[in-house]
């Protein structure tokens, strides 16, 4: 008990650590330190590279934040360990707008479904769909196509069995 309570007390004065944070904002270096220091000066030396590059309207391109191995970059900035930022960085504003777009659009229709349906099932995919897009901010869930499939599949068999019982109320 008293080894987790020193764990935790570390943790926490990592976590809080604001002078390391900006101090290597201030000096554009990312390692070392906490992976929140790591990752708060990576996004910020992802979206100074961004707007250098004027990438900020378009993006950068496709796989652009992977192409390049974060092990032989100075600074690791090729590897954001944050979705969205991977998506603003490849596909600038206006895919990033779509990319919003599109998940609360999904998110609303599931939710507006489990709604009318009074479904566990709906309500369970909300609340997954809902957890895996805040896990997005500290992961790399977009490329993980196996978790997309399986949403995908999931969500096509209810909204079948959802057709399929709107069917036979109309027979």
Do not use: C
């Not at 000096?27 to 220091?37: P, Y």
């Not at 979705?83 to 939710?111: H, Q, S, T, W």
């Amino acid at each position: 008990m008293v080894g987790a309570g020193f764990l935790m007390q570390n943790r926490v004065k990592e976590l809080t650590d604001v002078t390391s944070i900006s101090e290597r904002l201030a000096e554009n270096q990312a390692g070392g330190g906490s992976s929140l220091v790591w990752r708060i000066v990576t996004w910020k030396l992802m979206y100074d590279e961004l707007l250098e590059k004027d990438g900020l309207y378009t993006g950068m391109g496709l796989e652009y934040a992977s192409l390049v191995s974060p092990y032989f970059l100075e600074s690791s900035i090729r590897e954001p360990h944050n979705d969205y930022v991977r998506i603003l960085l490849e596909f600038g504003l206006f895919g990033f707008g779509l990319f919003l777009f599109a998940l609360f659009y999904g998110l609303n229709r599931v939710k507006k479904n489990a709604d009318k349906q009074q479904s566990p099932f709906y309500y369970a995919i909300y609340a997954a769909l809902a957890a895996i897009f805040l896990g997005m901010i500290v992961g790399n869930i977009v490329v993980l196509s196996t978790l997309w499939w399986l949403l995908l599949t999931i969500i096509a068999i209810m909204h079948k069995e959802d057709k399929l019982k709107e069917s036979k109320v109309i027979d």
